[in-house]
C-alpha cells in the first residue's frame, strides 16, 4: 500500500547505479527514508536528487564497502542519525568476468571482498537494530549462483557464497523475527552489465552484440530485465503481506535459469 514504509529506515549499500539506485526509488516512493552507501561521492550524489524528487532525500555515506572501517562508518551514521534500522538491502559487489586461467588471485580476492564480507559485515553490524525492528534483510545476488559458465567463475563462486549464507542466516531470522531473503535476479539492463558483456566478449573472441541476441535466444526471454523487476520484488519482501516468506532466493530473470530450484 502506499506510504507503507513512511517512517521506516532503509539502508541500501551500492545503492547509487543501477538496481540498489532503482530500489532505493521504489522504497522512497513508499515514503520510507532511505541510506545510500556507495564508494563514488559523485554517483551518490545523483542518485540523492533522484530519490528527492519522489520521497524522503536520503542520507547517503561514501566509503569503500570492502573494508571493515567503512561498514563500521556506514553502521556509525544510521545510529547516530536514526537509531533505528528496518530494512538492509546488501546489492554492493561487481565481480569480473574473464577466463579462469587468467584471472588473478587478488581479483578473486576483490571479488569476495565487496560482495560477500560486505555483505557478513553490513549484517552483523544492523542486526542489533533489525531485530529491534523486526526488520528484513534482502541479498541481492544473482543467477550465477544457480548456473554457474566458465567465463563466470569467480561470480557464480561469490554469488553461491552469498546465497548459502542468506540460508544459514534466515535460521537466525527465525529467532529473532527477521526475515532473510535473496533475490537473483538474471540479465537486467544496468551499467554493470554492459560492463560484464563486455568482459565476456574480450574473454570469448565474440562481440557484445552477438552475446546479447545468443542471450535472448538461449533463454527464450521476450525480453532483459530492467531495474524496476527486481525492485518491486524487494519492496514487497519487506512488507508486511510477504512476511511469512522467510529464506527463499526468487529469481527475476524471465524464466531463464534451467531446472526447478
Known sequence: MPGEFAGRIVVISGGSRGIGRGIALAFAREGA???????????LAGAAEAVAAVGPRPLTVAGDLRTLAACEQLSRRVKERFARCDVLINNAGATRAGNFLDLPDEA??????????????????????????????VNIVGGAARTPEPEFLMGSSVNAAVAAFSKGLSKLGNRDDVNV???????????????????RAAASGRTVEELRDEALAKSGMRRFGKVED?????????SERARHIQGTAIAVDGGATPGVS
Open 108 to 137: 578473486w580476492v576483490d571479488g569476495f571482498a565487496l560482495k560477500y564480507f560486505g555483505a557478513v559485515r553490513l549484517t552483523r553490524l544492523f542486526w542489533p537494530l533489525l531485530k529491534t525492528a523486526k526488520g528484513s534483510v
Open 230 to 238: 527486481v525492485a518491486e520484488l524487494a519492496v514487497f519482501l519487506c
Open 181 to 199: 531473503n535473496v533475490i537473483h535476479p538474471g540479465n537486467t539492463e544496468t551499467d554493470r552489465q554492459m560492463d560484464l558483456r563486455r568482459q
Open 33 to 43: 527514508q532511505t541510506v545510500l552507501a556507495a564508494s563514488s561521492e559523485q554517483n
